[in-house]
């Protein structure tokens, strides 16, 4: 068993991996929001195999929630390769590996009971990071220097679904919560241009409810609560543009209701409203949210008159469906 190939992981580029104890049953599904639990060993690809973390040293297992920020996206395709009391080694390439030293440092300061600094490994603060910064860790510096392949060895203990944890646990403080939103939003818009819909919805969602926990600590509309509110709403369009692409008119026309109602003056609310009423056919209510965006946004004239050109073309089909359906019954 100890040297069992296993190449076909998940089709990536640049990984290696070899199953050094077997583990038992199905392997788990890894999905946003689960939380995984695992030892994990990090070392050099040099003749020593130098260790750089080993979370058994340090005593507690890892564990991160998927989609939750924290973590190296590698880690996230290594473990849904695995099964439950699998231990396996996996070489990763350096495409793979560039950021682990800001993962690490993070790491190493949440064991010494300091709070890690850069929780949130954006790119922005990544490209300065590579400029001059020390990361206070001479063998991190070394590997940000000059990002080398490494090997992770991975035991894969528990997997727990979001239903089956309590999420206090890791819950983010507000403002790992809010530079989480950014993140999410532009993961979101990425996902949809690409065609996914269904996955942007989640990034939109995972960045409304980051939005929401914190506006409930501030007071109803006033100034913080409206900047929140204000990006919630842009969010939540968002998210409507994906159920129209899914075909969901109803929860559409819900969304934007609860948004029209509370900011009337939403243009964008309005259009993908009037759009939802008129793939289910209710004429008089697109008719009217269109002319609503015609008010309050003149230069959608050209958008609107294409859209009102689609309405009409729709309610001719309908009516001559309908017309046929009767001549049948008579």
């Known amino acids: 068993m100890s040297d ?40 050099l690809c040099d003749d020593e195999r130098t260790v750089i973390d080993d979370s058994k040293v340090v005593g507690t297992p890892m564990e991160i929630v998927i989609g939750n920020m924290f973590k190296l996206d590698i880690w996230e395709t290594l473990l849904s390769s695995m099964r439950i009391d699998e231990v396996a080694e996996f070489w990763c390439d350096t495409i793979h590996t560039g950021v682990y030293p800001l993962v690490s440092k993070s790491m190493r300061r949440i064991a010494e009971g300091k709070d890690p600094v850069n929780w949130h490994i954006h790119t922005c603060g990544m490209a300065n990071m590579f400029a001059y910064h020390s990361l206070g860790y001479a063998d991190l510096d070394e590997l940000m220097k000059e990002p080398k392949p490494l090997y992770f060895v991975l035991e894969l203990l528990k997997v727990q679904q979001p239903n089956e944890y309590s999420r206090e646990s890791w819950a983010l403080n507000d403002e790992e919560r809010l530079k989480a939103v950014p993140v999410l939003h532009g993961q979101g ?31 109803a509309w006033e100034v913080p609560w409206l900047k929140l509110e204000k990006m919630a709403n842009t969010l939540t369009l968002n998210y409507c543009q994906c159920l129209l692409r899914m075909e969901e008119y109803y929860e559409v026309i819900e969304h934007t209701s609860d948004i029209i109602n509370q900011h009337p003056g939403m243009v964008k609310a309005f259009f993908l409203r009037g759009k939802a009423h008129m793939e289910v056919w209710n004429e008089a209510e697109a008719r009217q949210d269109f002319s609503r965006v015609l008010d309050l946004d003149p230069g959608m004239k050209k958008t609107i008159k294409k859209e009102l050109g ?18 049948g019954m008579f």
């Open 189 to 219: 818009n990425k996902l949809y241009k690409q065609g996914r819909y269904q996955e942007a919805t989640q990034k939109y969602k995972e960045a409304i409810i980051c939005i929401k926990n914190v506006q409930t600590k501030e007071k």
């Open 310 to 327: 689609v309405l009409n073309m729709r309610m001719e089909e309908k009516n001559q469906e309908d017309r046929d359906k009767y001549r």
């Open 4 to 43: 069992m190939q296993d190449t076909l992981l998940l089709g990536s580029e640049g990984i290696k991996k070899i199953i050094l104890h077997g583990g038992t049953g199905d392997i788990p599904k890894i999905t946003t929001g689960a939380k995984v639990t695992f030892h994990f060993r990090t070392q």
